[in-house]
């Protein structure tokens, strides 16, 4: 005395709601991956202007190292900043604590700023 059981719904609407449901998850996972790439190609962008900006501030604040090192591109202020290496030093030494404080700052900007550091000189 089994009942036998009866399904209300066609054997049909099961299967047509399987590829469907898949479509909907496909589309929601490209948009989802769509909007991951909008998001970090913001970031990138974003990221790349403030670096730009990091950039530009620094040169503008370095107002001694400015008025030694032009662009650089030529190598004639980088010559002109090594051409100084002993005057530089002898400020190291001045008694007074604010010229030896700007002349190791001097010291510090031209070795980090330059492509190819005169290390070896400073020394």
């Known amino acids: 005395n089994r009942k ?5 719904f066609p054997a049909t609407a099961m299967s047509t ?3 469907e449901s898949r479509s909907v998850k496909q589309s929601n996972a490209a948009q989802d991956a769509r909007s ?16 730009k900006l990091k950039r530009l501030r620094n040169i503008g604040d370095s107002d001694t190292v400015q008025d030694h090192v032009g662009s650089g591109a030529d190598g004639s202020a980088a010559q002109l900043d090594i051409a100084r290496l002993p005057e530089i030093t002898q400020l190291l030494f001045d008694p007074d604590e604010q010229v030896q404080e700007d002349a190791t700052r001097e010291f510090r900007k031209l070795l980090s700023i330059e492509r190819n550091p005169p290390i070896q000189q400073v020394i």
């Open 36 to 51: 991951n790439r909008m998001r970090n190609t913001v970031e990138l962008r974003k990221t790349k202007t403030d670096d």
């Open 4 to 8: 036998q059981h009866v399904s209300h």
């Open 17 to 19: 709601r399987r590829p």
